[in-house]
């Protein structure tokens, strides 16, 4: 049974930082892209970053949101993917969700969240103004 698992998610001032972590079990980690998604009341769901650790440096892709200010990282030793969110905004207020996928290519397809196998419950991310 694959298990989907995020972490993190906190109450933070605009400016601040926040790494969210997702683990996953039950599965070949290295062999899925991962990304992360978020969803803000009333807002549909929006796919912040991916990663495919097999692709290197052009298996990474952001949103233009996300682009500047947050990272994504994968350590397939620790069944792990973390994003690394600096110089938040209020409007990055939100549940964070990880997802897995084949792969992140293209990016236009990785937006699409009905494209993922997997799914975490979500952290939630509040950003004070």
């Known amino acids: 049974q694959v298990q989907v698992v995020e972490s993190g998610g906190d109450l933070v001032q605009a400016g601040g930082s926040l790494r969210l972590s997702c683990t996953a079990s039950?599965?070949?980690?290295?062999?899925?892209?991962w990304g992360w998604f978020r969803q803000a009341p009333g807002k549909e769901r929006e796919g912040v970053a991916c990663?495919?650790?097999?692709?290197?440096?052009?298996?990474?892709f952001y949103s233009d949101s996300a682009k500047g200010r947050f990272t994504i990282s994968q350590d397939n030793a620790k069944n792990t993917v973390s994003l690394q969110m600096n110089s938040l905004k209020p409007e990055d207020t939100a549940i964070y969700y990880c997802?897995?996928?084949?792969?992140?290519?293209?990016?236009?397809?990785?937006?699409?969240?009905?494209?993922?196998?997997?799914w975490g419950q979500g952290t939630q991310v509040t950003v004070s103004s």
């Open positions: 997802a897995a996928r084949p792969e992140c290519a293209p990016w236009a397809i990785s937006l699409r969240s009905h494209t993922y196998n997997y």
């Open positions: 039950g599965l070949t980690f290295a062999d899925y892209g």
């Open positions: 990663v495919s650790w097999n692709f290197g440096t052009s298996g990474i």
